[in-house]
């Protein structure tokens, strides 16, 4: 099993920027995708970021250009700068990861979600 726990999020001005954390523990064989999900109000949730394990990202068109992935494959870890945040990047987001167990099976772990909001 894994453990994800993400680092606080915070209240942000338009404009400003936030880098979320997120770090996993536990027993396992290897992790393969990481990434972010958030939820606005009202919303949908919605993958904002992943990046394989070779540290290929993908991006919602949304963020592309503001936000950027990372991930350390030594400390389990993933991270989201976030720039150029905007009220409509208000949301609670999630770190996962893609885990791989003995014998073969897999599943998607989950962070706590921490709570962005930007102000106008």
């Known amino acids: 099993q894994v453990n994800l726990v993400e680092s606080e999020g915070g209240l942000v001005q338009s404009g400003g920027s936030l880098r979320l954390s997120c770090a996993g523990s536990g027993t396992f064989v290897s992790i393969n995708d990481m990434g972010w999900f958030r939820q606005g109000p009202g919303k949908q949730r919605e993958l904002v970021a992943s990046v394989t394990r070779d540290l290929s990202p993908k991006y919602l068109d949304s963020v592309k250009g503001r936000f950027t992935i990372s991930r350390d494959n030594v400390k389990n870890m993933v991270y989201l700068q976030m720039n150029s945040l905007e009220p409509d990047d208000t949301a609670v987001y999630y770190c996962?990861?893609?885990?791989?167990?003995?014998?073969?099976?897999?599943?998607?772990?989950w962070g706590q979600g921490t709570q962005v909001t930007v102000s106008s």
């Open positions: 996962y990861a893609g885990v791989r167990l003995e014998g073969g099976y897999h599943y998607t772990a």
